[in-house]
């Protein structure tokens, strides 16, 4: 028996959005696997500049609270302002940290400071960051200085 009808031919789908979606998923793949040991490779390398500082913490230490003694001998006999004293001493306790960590936090913002998992590092910026930027200076610079000191003292 015979018909005049004919048969379809199957349907077939576009190799395009499957060639993309793959490309992607290795793309995303690549990106996982080099961001995760690149990760492990930063926390190995922090680990080992603070093995090899240990042994020169205690100089690093020296000079730094030398620097805090010097901001504040400047700001009591009036040579810098508050605002100036609070920069001085978030550039110290900054430059202080890479010395120890080799991490430039001299660059950082407070959040990308937050994001270092150094809880006082970011408390003590913190405490610095509204005199240094308002638009009127106020806070009591005996207790931030004392906490700078404390900090770097207390520093593992």
Do not use: H
Not at 91 to 113: H, M, P
């Amino acid at each position: 028996m015979q018909t005049s009808i004919k048969l379809q031919e199957l349907f077939t789908y576009s190799l395009i959005p499957l060639i993309i979606s793959s490309c992607l998923i290795i793309i995303l793949t690549v990106y996982l696997i080099y961001s995760k040991k690149n990760k492990k490779e930063t926390n190995l390398k922090i680990k080992k500049n603070l093995d090899k500082n240990q042994k020169n913490i205690q100089t690093i230490e020296e000079k730094y609270l030398k620097r805090l003694d010097a901001i504040e001998c400047k700001y009591k006999n009036n040579k810098i302002s508050l605002r100036k004293s609070y920069q001085s001493i978030s550039e110290a306790i900054r430059l202080f940290v890479f010395e120890v960590t080799d991490i430039k936090t001299q660059n950082y913002s407070l959040s990308e400071i937050k994001t270092l998992n150094m809880p006082t590092l970011y408390e003590l910026i913190k405490e610095y960051y509204e005199p240094e930027f308002a638009s009127r200076s106020e806070g009591d610079f005996e207790a931030s200085i004392n906490n700078a000191r404390r900090v770097i003292k207390q520093w593992n």
